[in-house]
């Protein structure tokens, strides 16, 4: 069986763009999805990406206004704005929750898709453990032993270690999808990626150019 890795962030407009659309894919190839939340100010600052506060207006109004209002209507995906009222708020506590269910599974896959939900449709706050509390029930979940798993550290070294990961590979953004070494960036490349489950792209001599 074949395994995705998903590199995203929890507050990730685009991942959330793509969440159903991805999960759908998984379960028509009967693919893995190996969720991996990272912290996502380290990932882009490390391939260069500038901060949120140090873009121009105008890619402000492109990237996350126009591209994601076209997106959420091509995906029939609901957007309430572009700017969530606690977007900037942390959101340790929701990451930490869906790895604490497992990197794969029914329940992180849906768990997952909630958090990205609720934050993108509903305005939720991500760092506020009563919103929480009740996704999880939403979810069917027992919250109070899930958060308090979430901030253990074990699961904490894991968001870590995602994060750590991710820079790595270079990973530009969320979200991003890793298929037998293979990366796709942003939900945009869905339809790639889907393709390459079933046949991998070729890989050409200048993909990998020798050095000197």
Not at 26 to 54: D, M, Q, R
Not at 127 to 141: E, F, G, I
Not at 156 to 169: G, K, L, M, V
Request: proline content about 8%.
């Amino acid at each position: 069986m074949k395994q995705i890795e998903y590199f995203y962030s929890a507050h990730s407009a685009y991942a959330y763009l793509g969440s159903a659309r991805l999960m759908q894919i998984c379960a028509t190839h009967g693919t893995t999805l190996i969720h991996k939340p990272v912290n996502l100010s380290p990932v882009v600052e490390a391939v260069g990406g500038p901060p949120f506060a140090g873009r121009t207006q105008a890619h402000v109004d492109y990237f996350f206004g126009r591209e994601i209002e076209r997106w959420a209507e091509w995906r029939g995906v609901p957007i309430v704005n572009f700017r969530p009222t606690y977007h900037d708020a942390p959101y340790t506590l929701a990451s930490g929750m869906i790895l604490a269910l497992g990197s794969s599974g029914p329940e992180t896959d849906q768990f997952a898709h909630a958090v990205l939900q609720a934050h993108w449709r509903d305005d939720a706050d991500l760092s506020d453990p009563k919103v929480l509390s009740a996704l999880a029930r939403q979810q069917n979940l027992d919250p109070e032993p899930l958060m308090d798993k979430a901030m253990s550290e074990p699961i904490q070294s894991q968001f870590r270690a995602n994060t750590d990961e991710a820079i790595a590979i270079s990973v530009f953004g969320s979200p991003a999808y890793v298929l037998d070494g293979d990366m796709f960036y942003g939900q945009d490349r869905l339809e790639l990626l889907e393709r390459a489950i079933s046949q991998p792209f070729a890989k050409h001599s200048w993909h990998n150019p020798p050095v000197g």
